[in-house]
């Protein structure tokens, strides 16, 4: 049974070896591939045109700020290495209190 592609062309499966699928099963997802990466640079473009269209790059419309958060804690023998007190507590930090050290001592003053 033939399958009939938008072409017109009329693509035989049923006469096809394993081989010979598996290799169309590949063109085929090497096609997808390439109209999709076309699509996304196409859908770029537009994004640029539109962005510069109203006096702004994409840049800036999509540049995310993330604040970093000052040091409030540092390493007792190591002092380059900091913590903000946000998030997991790094190891040296740990390390630190498992060894019966103070929180407080290592604050930033």
């Given at each position: 049974?033939?399958?009939?592609?938008?072409?017109?062309?009329?693509?035989?499966?049923?006469?096809?070896?394993?081989?010979?699928?598996?290799?169309?099963?590949?063109?085929?997802?090497?096609?997808?591939?390439?109209?999709?990466?076309?699509?996304?640079?196409?859908?770029l473009?537009?994004?640029?045109?539109?962005?510069?269209?109203m006096?702004?790059?994409?840049?800036?419309?999509?540049?995310?700020?993330?604040?970093?958060?000052?040091?409030k804690?540092?390493?007792?023998?190591?002092?380059?290495?900091?913590?903000?007190?946000?998030?997991?507590?790094?190891?040296?930090?740990?390390?630190?209190?498992?060894?019966?050290?103070?929180?407080?001592?290592?604050?930033?003053?």
């Open positions: 049974m033939g399958q009939e592609n938008e072409t017109g062309m009329t693509i035989y499966l049923d006469g096809m070896s394993p081989d010979e699928l598996k290799a169309l099963q590949i063109k085929v997802e090497e096609a997808i591939k390439a109209a999709e990466a076309e699509r996304k640079k196409a859908a473009a537009a994004a640029q045109a539109a962005a510069r269209e006096g702004f790059s994409l840049e800036e419309l999509t540049a995310t700020r993330k604040t970093l958060s000052a040091p804690y540092r390493h007792p023998e190591k002092p380059t290495q900091t913590w903000s007190g946000r998030g997991r507590r790094p190891k040296w930090f740990k390390d630190a209190l498992a060894r019966g050290r103070d929180e407080a001592s290592m604050r930033i003053k």
